[in-house]
T-cell receptor, first 113, second 113 residues
Framework: GNSVTQMEGPVTLSEEAFLTINCTYT??????LFWYVQYPGEGLQLLLKATKADDKGSNKGFEATYRKETTSFHLEKGSVQVSDSAVYFC????????????FGAGTRLFVKA | KAGVTQTPRYLIKTRGQQVTLSCSPISGHRSVSWYQQTPGQGLQFLFE???????NKGNFPGRFSGRQFSNSRSEMNVSTLELGDSALYLC????????????FGEGSRLTVL
């Protein structure tokens, strides 16, 4: 079945550091790929998405490219801020007569001032 | 427009009791998905409803059930509660017709004593 694997955390960075969170997936078809973010005490919110191979999703300085050849969707940001501290989830969704979104385990990011 | 609303936000039950959680999706969205979030298991898919029909179901026992009403509001029910059912239950809505992008509520935190 479909699955998502992302790097374990926590990841601790200083402000203005470069961020990479790795994500790889296994899917039988052609899924859409997502990054969601969860701030403390809140539900998840969509950060960015890509719906087909070679698409680049971007939002708030974050970006990720859908790489079919390596089945990856790594999240990057050039300069993190303290306010980026949160849990980040990589996810895939495939329409098989209904949508079922599969999430990775989540990576907690701490950014120090 | 209003986001996804879940009620109640917090509740405490004892083993053997049953609980009903409610979710009102974004206006116009016809798909509602439910997820269980725990520190050990992460985000696990429970089920997805679209226009009052269950389209997808996760690997949970029959004690977990749900339904969707004609106005797209959804409820999930857990009967014969066990300690392991303590979790954050997240509801997500989507149009159900495109890429599977989800919009989450803040969740209902259930504690079973």
């Amino acid at each position: 079945g479909n699955s998502v694997t992302q790097m374990e955390g926590p990841v601790t960075l200083s402000e203005e550091a470069f961020l990479t969170i790795n994500c790889t997936y296994t899917a039988t078809g052609y899924p859409s790929l997502f990054w969601y973010v969860q701030y403390p005490g809140e539900g998840l919110q969509l950060l960015l998405k890509a719906t087909k191979a070679d698409d680049k999703g971007s939002n708030k300085g974050f970006e990720a490219t859908y790489r079919k050849e390596t089945t990856s969707f790594h999240l990057e940001k050039g300069s993190v801020q303290v306010s980026d501290s949160a849990v980040y989830f990589c996810a895939l969704s495939e329409n098989t007569g209904g949508f079922k979104t599969i999430f990775g385990a989540g990576t907690r990011l701490f950014v120090k001032a | 427009k209003a986001g996804v609303t879940q009620t109640p936000r917090y509740l405490i039950k004892t083993r053997g009791q049953q609980v009903t959680l409610s979710c009102s999706p974004i206006s116009g969205h016809r798909s509602v998905s439910w997820y269980q979030q725990t520190p050990g298991q992460g985000l696990q898919f429970l089920f997805e409803y679209f226009s009052e029909t269950q389209r997808n179901k996760g690997n949970f026992p029959g004690r977990f059930s749900g339904r969707q009403f004609s106005n797209s509001r959804s409820e999930m029910n857990v009967s014969t509660l066990e300690l392991g059912d303590s979790a954050l239950y997240l509801c997500a809505s989507s149009s159900g017709l495109s890429t599977g992008e989800l919009f989450f509520g803040e969740g209902s935190r259930l504690t079973v004593l």
